[in-house]
């Protein structure tokens, strides 16, 4: 069962048998709201250009209701390999208990090799609000009101 104080909130992680010898997600810096994840591929996945593959992370969580988990993508690895999450972000559930896997794409030039332990992903935990909807006739008026893209100028 997770835990929340008023800045943190205590998760808890299974390692999977292939998560062996891998770290936990963590944070590479004070003010980073992404935890980094781990490739937890048995043997060296190369993957072509367009190509893409479901990564595991060797890891499932159990967040409380009302938490969700995001998969985002790496920036430096979309920089430098073009090599980004083909569903992003991937959602994890609040009641989801298996494996984290990772979509991966190359949208590079060239053939991208995933190794055990590379940093594919990063993991953001964000507090969701449950939503029901009330049919009504009118909505209130606001300044922007219809416009839609591009409305706000360049």
């Not at 590479?28 to 935890?35: A, N, P, Q």
């Not at 060296?44 to 009302?66: K, M, V, W, Y």
């Not at 985002?72 to 690895?77: C, I, K, M, V």
């Not at 994890?92 to 590379?118: A, C, H, K, L």
């Amino acid at each position: 069962m997770a835990k929340i104080t008023s800045d943190r909130i205590e998760i808890s992680v299974m390692r999977l048998p292939r998560h062996e010898g891998l770290d936990l997600p963590m944070y590479r810096s004070e003010g980073s709201s992404g935890m980094d994840l781990q490739a937890a591929v048995t043997e060296d996945i190369s993957l072509l250009p367009e190509e893409r593959a479901l990564i595991p992370t060797g890891i499932a969580i159990s967040l409380p209701p009302g938490f969700e988990a995001q998969v985002r993508p790496r920036s430096g690895l979309a920089i430098e390999y073009g090599v980004g999450l083909i569903n992003s972000p991937g959602t994890i559930d609040s009641d989801y208990r298996g494996e984290i896997q990772v979509v991966m794409i190359n949208w590079g030039q060239e053939p991208f090799t995933i190794r055990r332990g590379m940093r594919i992903a990063q993991l953001v935990v964000c507090q969701y609000a449950m939503v029901r909807f009330k049919v009504v006739e009118e909505l209130d008026v606001t300044i922007r009101n219809k416009g839609g893209f591009g409305h706000s100028g360049v």
